[in-house]
């Protein structure tokens, strides 16, 4: 009698422990797909933005054009901090799927400095312009390139300050399951923002000063 309870016990425990793992795996299924859609539309808005700069970045209106206001190698210099960002939560997610919860931090510190220097650099880039008087209101080129850029700015903001987030939830409470999740959503974001820049570089950096 007690044999036959404690294998019904050990049966029902087995039975809620598959039911629980089930509703994470649904979960995390959901998430995933519900921030794919969300990307999707992050590609949209992007994609306004390119066709409008497309439309609108060769009205100069008398005034600066990007041979004027661009500079390359430190343009290129602000890229390479993106990439090397995107390397470096590359690593962030080898560690995390070890469950090496200190060095998953250390990646994800590397990965949040890269992206701080990627504004720093960005800022001082908008700064020089309005302090020569390259203002969105100039003209249309100017406005179309304020917005794209600026936009892909706030973006990195965003993921920096989710970033630091997770650092806490990760220190505070390690690689659950929910962290794992999120920290696999960001990774999405922050490599779908590398692609995007890349874009951005070469359709108007690039292109730019070849007009």
Known sequence: MTTALSTAKVEQGATIFHLAEDHHQEEGSSTLLGFWIYLMSDCLIFAVLFATYGVLGGNFAAGPGPKDLFELPLVALNTSMLLFSSITYGFAMLTMAQGRVAATQIWLAVTGLFGLAFLSIELYEFTHMFHIGATPQRSAFLSSFFTLVGTHGLHVTFGTIWL????????????????RRRLTCLSMFWHFLDVIWIGVFTFVYLMGMLR
């Open 164 to 179: 630091i987030t997770l650092m806490v939830q990760v220190g505070r409470y390690g690689l659950i399951a929910a962290n």
